[in-house]
């Protein structure tokens, strides 16, 4: 599966951002059957699970992102989005969305979002 990440850019602390996924070359059908997740790696860490959710729309947040982020899909535009709110400077990082059906996972590119303070 092709992603297409966007929205990430520079921003100073406390402010707001919107990432989306698009996925544009599968059919409404197969966007439905697939898990969605934002992923995040900062500078010497390891990628992390930002949030993350399912085809019926369960959804699970980091701890240090609850509150201030939330996502959510559009099955018909067959886009993932992540809002981003009150950021943070431990929120910079690149940011990577993950749609993921049984043993098949795809990413992203990844979009970096710097916060500054």
């Known amino acids: 599966v092709q992603l297409q990440a966007s929205g990430g850019g520079l921003v100073q602390a406390g402010g707001s951002l919107r990432l989306s996924c698009a996925a544009p070359?599968?059919?409404?059908?197969?966007?439905?059957?697939?898990?969605m997740a934002w992923y995040r790696q900062a500078p010497g860490n390891q990628r992390e699970l930002v949030a993350s959710i399912s085809t019926v729309s369960n959804i699970i947040y980091a701890d240090s992102v609850k509150g201030r982020f939330t996502i959510s899909r559009d099955n018909a535009r067959k886009t993932l989005s992540l809002q981003m709110n009150s950021l943070k400077d431990d929120d910079t990082a690149v940011y990577y969305c993950?749609?993921?059906?049984?043993?098949?996972?795809?990413w992203g590119q990844g979009t970096l979002v710097t916060v500054s303070s």
């Open positions: 070359r599968i059919i409404l059908s197969e966007f439905r059957s697939y898990d």
């Open positions: 993950n749609f993921k059906r049984g043993l098949t996972s795809s």
